[in-house]
């Protein structure tokens, strides 16, 4: 199956560049660009995208609002949002995964990483990487307010003792395969616990299960381990 991508970005040479790495692989294809937030969700409620690739500085409409749009839009509840960002550790992108986006990526990252970014929110497994994930999730959703809501704690009930260790490792930045080992399980039934969990709190992906378990307090603020 094709991924339909829409380019959100200022600058056109950043655009055409996405442009011509997207359209060259077999699985991809861009289906329309914008330069600023208000006309990402103009184009994406023209294309229908699979998924966004949309810049958090933009003129005339910034990404984090056309994120909220989108992500809280029923017509496009099938069209992820892969925020792109100059800082990989920056608040910007702590706001974007609490207006929905499905993950974030630094501009920096190499063509690989972008391509591999874009299949796996795509398919529904919005990985951060682990390092960004500790330094990102520690500085700016660990925050004593969140973490000591009692409502939002009171989410987890629904859990297993089981699906709250792996959500609570997978906070960490921990990936499938290291939480594989600690259990000593396979990869594909972490995976299997990551799902459930995300099934019984209503999230859309991996990286607004890592936020919730620092809001609920299942991991405490502090160094990673």
Do not use: W
């Not at 990985?127 to 960004?132: I, K, T, Y």
């Not at 307010?145 to 930045?173: C, F, H, K, N, S």
Request: hydrophobic residues 50%; aromatic residues 4%.
């Amino acid at each position: 199956m094709t991924i339909r991508v829409l380019l959100a970005d200022d600058q056109a040479l950043l655009r055409g560049a996405f442009r011509m790495l997207i359209d060259a692989e077999d699985d991809m294809e861009v289906v329309g660009e914008a330069s600023n937030g208000r006309e990402a969700v103009e184009r994406a409620l023209a294309t229908r995208p699979d998924l966004v690739l949309m810049d958090i500085r933009m003129p005339g409409g910034d990404g984090l609002a056309a994120t909220a749009e989108i992500c809280g839009s029923e017509e496009l509840s099938g069209t992820r949002v892969l925020i792109l960002t100059t800082f990989e550790i920056d608040e910007y992108v702590a706001q974007a995964l609490r207006a929905g986006a499905d993950g974030f990526l630094g501009k920096g990252a190499a063509p690989a990483e972008l391509l591999a970014a874009v299949r796996a929110v795509a398919a529904g497994d919005a990985l951060l990487s682990p390092a960004a994930t500790r330094a990102m999730i520690d500085r700016f959703l660990a925050r004593p307010g969140p973490a000591a809501d009692p409502a939002a704690a009171g989410r987890l009930d629904v859990l297993t003792a089981r699906e709250r260790e792996v959500m609570a490792l997978a906070a960490t930045g921990l990936a499938n395969e290291e939480i594989a080992e600690r259990f000593f399980v396979s990869p594909f039934t972490v995976r299997t616990h990551i799902h459930r969990a995300m099934a019984k709190l209503d999230v859309r992906d991996r990286a607004q299960l890592v936020a919730l378990a620092y809001q609920c307090g299942l991991v405490p603020p502090g160094p990673p381990a």
